[in-house]
């Protein structure tokens, strides 16, 4: 082990060796005081000691050696005195920086790794998975818990518990809206469960950096007082209702007679089978198969991985609502405009329609329905697929291809590897006798109006 007495010159004129690198020690009081030439050229200052609690050997780097701000001779050796002197007292300096090093990257990693954040995480997590729920999901962290209660999103996500987040489902029962809180519980508990699987799923590297090892929200929980349990149970009794045969003529004849683009939109979601709203609006010309008359949605809904293709036939009828909404229109200097892409649309395929714009045509129409007692209340879109449902069960069609046509409880392993058919020529006769249906009797629109009792 070669000594010298360091001084600048020495150190300036040290010889670089030709490969790897060469510690010289200082001749000087403090032991272990040394400095490491690369071959580079590249120079450090160093005190090499043994921990007296484990007996290795230590090669502790105080700084390059150099100008400001690398250290001087002088400020390397005083930085080496004090590192000395706590070795000398029992301690192990290297071990010591290198655990508070880990610690300051521990804390760094926690403050980011947020109740906030993992919420964000969740939600982009279900965009890139093609789910269209991911701006529901956002919208409620959003409303609930980011503006609302930024300490609570900063808290670290692996330090949630249900008292924190409490506060807030009271102020949601206490507000009434106990459907709001039941959907923010399930993303929450969604969102932990969905990072805990990143400890043994490689695919959920989204979540890596949270280090969740449990769902601490698993026993929150929102139950209904009676009041509540009774309005669910009057909701989900209203959920189930459906128009009859005679006002699903009524609807018919009033859509069939609108010859604006909204009508072709009520027209088509109807004769496709009462569509989810939301899959119809994302139809472009790359979905429509002209030869083999169909159209095909991507099914995102549930648990699915992957958009499962969903084929729907087109009726003549509603091949020609398709056409009335995509028709070309002329300008003003009379050029004609071709339509866009999109399909289900009421700006001639240029977006396309959004639920809110449906239930608007929906609305509009059931308001007039009931304005001339054709029926006794008002409806939704989501209340046409179920009328598609229960009118063609009442028809005879059977419940496998009822599934079939409104693409739901397919996800078993049966329809997912082994039932290859796509039941394209049942759900078209379904939609033949969805269509009349409509008319029955070849009487369009012959409704009994409904007498309400006086008082």
């Known amino acids: 082990m070669a000594k010298h007495p360091f001084t600048t010159v020495f150190l300036d004129e040290l010889a670089v060796p030709g490969e790897g690198q060469r510690i010289d020690y200082d001749d000087g009081p403090i032991r272990g005081f040394a400095i490491k030439t690369f071959y580079t050229g590249a120079k450090q200052f160093l005190l090499v000691y043994v921990a007296k609690a484990t007996g290795r050997e230590r090669r502790m780097v105080l700084g390059e050696y150099g100008k400001a701000p690398r250290l001087s001779l002088a400020a390397a050796r005083k930085l080496a005195a004090e590192k000395r002197a706590l070795v000398d007292l029992g301690h192990d300096p290297w071990l010591e920086a290198k655990e508070a090093r880990a610690a300051a990257e521990a804390k760094a990693a926690r403050d ?103 769902n601490p929200l698993v026993d929150l929980d929102v139950s209904r007082p009676k009041e509540a349990a009774d309005k669910a149970a009057a909701a989900a009794r209203e959920r189930k209702w459906a128009l009859s045969q005679l006002q699903l003529a009524a609807y018919w004849k009033r859509i069939a007679a609108d010859d604006s683009a909204r009508g072709a939109l009520l027209r088509f979601h109807l004769l496709t089978g009462g569509q989810r709203v939301e899959q119809l609006g994302r139809l472009t010309e790359a979905d429509h198969d002209p030869d083999h008359k169909t159209v095909t949605l991507l099914d995102t809904k549930g648990r699915r991985t992957m958009a499962r293709e969903h084929v729907v036939p087109l009726i003549p009828d509603a091949a020609k609502a398709l056409a009335a909404m995509r028709a070309p229109t002329v300008d003003e200097d009379g050029n004609t405009i071709q339509p866009g892409p999109y399909l289900f649309t009421v700006s001639n395929g240029e977006q396309g329609a959004v639920y809110h714009t449906v239930w608007e045509a929906v609305q509009a129409v059931a308001r007039d329905m009931v304005a001339a007692d054709e029926i006794d209340r008002l409806f939704t879109p989501g209340t046409i697929r179920k009328t598609v449902e229960t009118r063609l069960q009442a028809a005879g069609v059977s419940r496998e291809i009822r599934a079939h046509l409104g693409s739901h409880g397919l996800g078993g392993v049966q329809g997912q590897h082994y039932e290859a058919h796509e039941f394209d020529d049942e759900k078209r006769a379904a939609l033949k006798k969805l269509r009349a249906l409509c008319e029955p009797k070849g009487k369009a629109g012959n409704v009994t109006p409904i007498r309400r009792r006086a008082g």
């Not at 503006?147 to 900063?154: G, H, M, N, S, V």
């Not at 949601?172 to 106990?178: E, I, V």
């Open 112 to 214: 980011t790794a947020t109740f906030g954040a993992l919420m964000d995480a969740y939600a982009e997590h279900l965009k890139a998975a093609g789910k269209p729920s991911w701006r529901q999901v956002a919208r409620a962290f959003e409303r609930h818990i980011t503006e609302p209660r930024p300490k609570l999103a900063k808290l670290p996500a692996d330090s949630v518990a249900v008292d924190d987040v409490m506060p807030v489902f009271h102020a949601l029962a206490k507000a009434g809206k106990l459907r709001e809180a039941e959907k923010l519980r399930a993303y929450l508990r969604a969102a932990y469960t969905a990072a805990r699987k990143a400890r043994t799923d490689a695919t959920m590297h989204a979540f890596a950096g949270f280090q969740i090892a449990h």
